[in-house]
């Protein structure tokens, strides 16, 4: 079964610049998060999807940050522009959702660095 | 506000003896909770779970026990090996898949 997949691994930008990352969820996942981790903290959740629609929001810069999902299955995270405290690792994940678990699936992460 | 909290950076123990990370958490109405493991360059994997129904979990090597009363839960590892050093995240779900992770504990484990 392949994993959860994510890229760039890695993106190097200037501060206003824009990036955008992009995941491709275990296949059958209905429930898709983003996490932002950044050094010597654990993920914080930034947006839930389940199937195509928003979830959770609460934790994501909307003024810069924006994601979707569309057909509910990729999604992309976009930023723009970019602030130095934007540098961290990107993570992505899926899980089945509901009652079938609470585990959640992690693909590699895409680390941004902002300079 | 850091509803969950891992108040060891980091801890170091000798192969084959047992290693004990520890998490605490404020949030009562979590109701389920999570250990993952992470390598460098590598998304966290999961690793054990307990529901708040239970106060004892076991895997192989690897225990989860949960004191509710104290708002605690610790992952056991026995006997430890080289290839445990990673970080360690404690998470804590209160319902509808949304995972509060703590800051991590870094395990080194020496030959």
């Known amino acids: 079964e392949a994993g959860v997949a994510q890229s760039p691994r890695y993106k190097i930008i200037e501060k206003r610049q824009s990036v955008a990352f992009w995941c491709n969820p275990i296949?059958?996942?209905?429930?898709l998060y983003w996490y932002q981790q950044i050094l010597g903290q654990g993920p914080k959740l930034l947006i839930q999807f389940q199937n195509n629609g928003v979830v959770d929001d609460s934790q994501l810069p909307k003024d810069r940050f924006s994601a979707e999902r569309l057909k509910g299955v990729d999604s992309t995270l976009k930023i723009q522009p970019a602030k130095l405290e934007d540098s961290a690792v990107y993570l992505c994940?899926?899980?089945?959702?509901?009652?079938?678990?609470?585990?959640?699936?992690f693909g590699p992460g895409t680390r941004l660095t902002v300079l | 506000d850091q509803q969950v909290k891992q108040n060891s950076p980091s801890l170091s123990v000798q192969e084959g003896r047992i290693s004990i990370l520890n998490c605490d958490y404020t949030?009562?109405?979590?109701?389920?909770f999570l250990w993952y493991k992470k390598y460098p360059a590598e998304g966290p994997t999961f690793l054990i779970s307990i529901s708040s129904i239970k106060d004892k979990n076991e895997d192989g090597r690897f225990t989860v026990f949960l004191n509710k009363s104290a708002k605690h839960l610790s992952l056991h590892i026995v006997p430890s090996q080289p290839g445990d050093s990673a970080v360690y995240f404690c998470?804590?779900?209160?319902?509808?898949?949304?995972?509060?992770f703590g800051q991590g504990t870094e395990l080194s484990v020496k030959p």
């Open positions: 949030n009562s109405m979590f109701d389920y």
């Open positions: 998470a804590a779900s209160g319902g509808g898949g949304k995972l509060i």
């Open positions: 994940a899926s899980s089945l959702g509901g009652l079938a678990g609470v585990e959640q699936f």
């Open positions: 296949s059958g996942h209905a429930t």
